[in-house]
């Protein structure tokens, strides 16, 4: 029998596969790419996952081993699958262990069998909801979890108990062993009852639908560019009803956890089918039976953030990607990929259809429409009654404000209240001030470990870093002079909502930033209440910029937006331009007219005053002339080479090694722009530098890389530090 050896993936950093041996007596049609082993590296075992299986290895016999056990007896990822993670590896520079490790969940990567489960949800019996008060009083906590169950419809699985602080599954185990809770298994995302649209597409939403369904079954990229409010949804819906009417899958990609909920909600008021849910804040059980469903096709459509683009699907025939421009669709850490554009290239693999939808769209995809590779949708209008808010600028200049507040918004706040109304404010930053001083000598709580201000936050009395997570408590006197003088500087979230509460004691209000939102339902505990209606203040970050509709809102003020009008990345004003747009969009969705109040020291800005005299189109193509003038992205492509350590000397000696291998390497056209400080150089402790290649070939810029890598690879100097290659970076921090 001719020899075979296998190539395996492992999580390792090393850039390459590894030849393994078969376990001894095992026969080559037992093996195939896609499945997992367990294979020994090192000092320790890891779970492998065999990319192909050849006839040659490199390897002398003394040097190869047998791998010590097959996990799976079929593949567990397609070969689409591995074909999928192998170009993201190549184009993405990244090692390919860590790219195939990114597309399991936790518990297959440490050896789990992927095998199908059902959650088991609980209700209470007729028994439990007859049991007289007498006798169950006798056990609180019991009493306590049948009363949290009468509260609810329908059966509900463990999620119902974990806000509870207290141990919940032993008076629970004893409540179904006396028969007063009732146990069924069933699929976690079964279809509540079908609400059917009350209305028909209009003719914009229609086109747009058409377009899309007259080639369902080859790839197309389709860029759906329509204002806020415009129903994007609802194009979305038709267009997964038709895919599953065809038997076939369905992924649809949001771009922040926090929007998972609501459009399930949506999802299962309209689609009998079956739905998995994938994202980070669910456990490693319930994202890998979310995966193990969407593979299995048991599955139909798969509801998920930037990690679920790599999810096997057995019958994919649509992908959807919502709020495309979102920058939350790069991974800024490890594996540097953007879920966007793995999403095209998953469709394209897989000659399917891809939607992606926004009201902002991103520049790289208005440039591509341009190159005719994307076919733009527009929904130009709002749905129904809905009319586009309008836009007033309020020169703070010379005015004293309230808390951050002018005299006019607060004279608008009055008007919505007095109507019974509903009030977005935004205010781009957390906490209660970004900055706490001394009133005697000047002195600011600076973090040890970065190059950042400390932010208060009032509630907890503590000083937190946003950047390291470093935690300090609050101090009564100046560290500096000892004066017990010590006054916030400017305003977060925090800081607005106290004031709001004090101007407005019986308003109803709730902040909405990544702080308050930490618990589980905590953001759909508020839009619920949001719902319910009446005189609302809401005071939030750009979290409540994204996808929400809040249809009594009529005013969104925009408390501070000179913070994101200077910056030193050229992508600022497109991401400025982007959350106004974004956030204006909540005002006024519905038969309720709506304002938008713009709060700023420089009310001649150019961004400002093209958005709101012209619309984002105009601004969008400025901004592309200017790219192309400035040869920036997306007319020329971009790598960004990080560096840190805790020695600033070892960071010298490997910038030093790779300008020497630039050198070497020789491409004319490959620019190298550095090396410079990270803007921000000093971050948990360990110092920052960076270098920017830049090529107007994408070609050009993969062949470079390729001799970079292999050099820094072979570099003394690589040892001394951590280092990583980001392809077409979307900020320079």
């Keep these: 029998m001719q020899p075979f050896y296998l190539k395996i993936a492992i999580d390792t950093p090393v850039n390459r596969l590894f030849d393994y041996l078969p376990i001894k007596q095992t026969e080559r049609q037992s093996y195939a790419p896609g499945q997992r082993v367990i294979a020994v590296f090192g000092r320790t075992q890891k779970t492998g996952i065999i990319v192909d299986i050849t006839n040659r290895t490199e390897l002398s016999a003394k040097q190869l081993k047998p791998v010590k056990e097959r996990l799976d007896n079929e593949p567990i990822l397609s070969s689409d699958d591995i074909k999928l993670l192998t170009w993201a590896a190549h184009y993405y520079h990244q090692p390919i262990g860590e790219v195939f490790a990114q597309a399991l969940p936790k518990k297959l990567r440490s050896g789990a069998l992927p095998e199908e489960s059902f959650e088991k949800l609980y209700s209470l019996s007729p028994a439990g909801k007859d049991v007289e008060n007498s006798v169950i009083q006798r056990a609180p906590r019991q009493a306590a979890l049948r009363q949290l169950m009468t ?166 025939g649509l992908i959807i990607l919502d709020e495309e421009h979102d920058t939350s669709f790069k991974q800024q850490e490890g594996f540097r990929y953007s879920a966007r554009d793995v999403a095209v290239m998953r ?191 809401l005071v939030g970050t750009q979290m409540l910029a994204k996808g929400h509709h809040f249809p009594n809102v009529t005013l969104v003020g925009i408390v501070d937006m000179d913070a994101g009008l200077f910056s030193i990345d050229y992508r600022s004003s497109e991401r400025m331009a982007q959350l106004l747009i974004q956030v204006a969009g909540r005002a006024g969705r519905e038969n309720k007219a709506g304002k938008v109040l713009i709060q700023t020291y420089h009310p001649e800005h150019p961004l400002l005053q093209t958005l709101i005299q012209q619309d984002y189109a105009t601004f969008a193509k400025d901004a592309l002339d200017e790219r192309q003038q400035a040869g920036l992205p997306p007319y020329h492509h971009q790598a960004l080479l990080r560096v840190n350590a805790v020695d600033e000397s070892a960071i010298m000696r490997f910038l030093n090694d790779v300008k020497s291998a630039h050198t070497h390497i020789n491409n004319p056209r490959v620019s190298l722009l550095g090396p410079v400080p990270s803007p921000m150089l000093k971050r948990a402790g360990r110092l920052r530098y960076q270098v920017l290649f830049q090529t107007s070939e994408r070609k050009s810029r993969h062949q470079y890389l390729q001799h970079l890598t292999h050099h820094i690879g072979s570099m003394k100097s690589a040892r001394k530090v951590r280092w990583s290659i980001d392809v077409d970076p979307t900020d320079l921090y």
């Design 151 to 316: 509260t609810q419809t329908n059966p509900n699985n463990e999620s119902l108990f974990t806000e509870l602080e207290w141990d919940w599954k032993t008076p629970l185990k004893n409540m179904i062993e006396k028969g007063w809770v009732s146990i069924t298994q069933s699929d976690a995302e079964q279809a509540a009852d079908i609400i059917p649209p009350d209305f028909q597409p209009n003719k914009a939403q229609q086109t747009a639908i058409d377009a899309v369904l007259k080639n369902p079954k080859g790839f197309n990229a389709f860029l759906l560019d329509g204002v806020t409010g415009s129903g994007k949804t609802e194009v979305y819906l038709q267009l997964i009803n038709h895919a599953l009417s065809l038997g076939k899958q369905v992924m649809v990609l949001l771009p922040e956890i926090n929007l998972t909920p609501q459009l399930a909600q949506r999802f299962r008021q309209r689609l009998a089918t079956t739905m998995a849910i994938y994202h980070s804040s669910l456990s490693d059980t319930q994202r890998a039976q979310s995966w193990i469903k969407c593979r299995s096709g048991s599955a139909h459509i798969l509801l998920g953030t930037r990690s679920s683009v790599f999810t096997p699907m057995k019958n994919l």
């Design 347 to 537: 469709a394209r693999n897989m000659d399917i259809p891809i939607v992606m939808g926004s009201a902002t769209p991103s520049l790289e995809s208005l440039y591509n429409v341009q190159q005719s590779r994307f076919h733009r949708l527009s929904l130009p209008e709002r749905t129904g009654q809905a009319k586009a808010p309008t836009f007033r600028i309020i020169d703070c200049r010379n005015q004293t404000l309230n808390n951050q507040l002018s005299p006019a918004l607060i004279k608008a706040i009055d008007v919505c209240i007095a109507r019974d109304e509903q009030i977005i404010l935004f205010v781009n930053r957390r906490g209660f001030a970004p900055v706490l001083m001394c009133h005697g000598c000047g002195w600011i709580a600076q973090c040890k470990r970065c190059d950042s201000k400390l932010v208060i936050h009032q509630k907890l009395r503590q000083l937190k870093c946003h950047h390291c997570g470093a935690e300090h408590q609050q101090p009564t006197h100046c560290p500096s002079c000892q004066q017990a003088e010590l006054f916030p500087l400017g305003s977060g979230t925090q800081r607005i909502e106290d004031a709001l509460r004090t101007m407005y004691p019986n308003v109803p209000i709730s902040r909405i930033d990544r702080d308050s939102t930490r618990r589980k339902d905590a953001m759909q505990t508020v839009i619920d209440k949001v719902h319910e209606g009446g005189a609302q203040i």
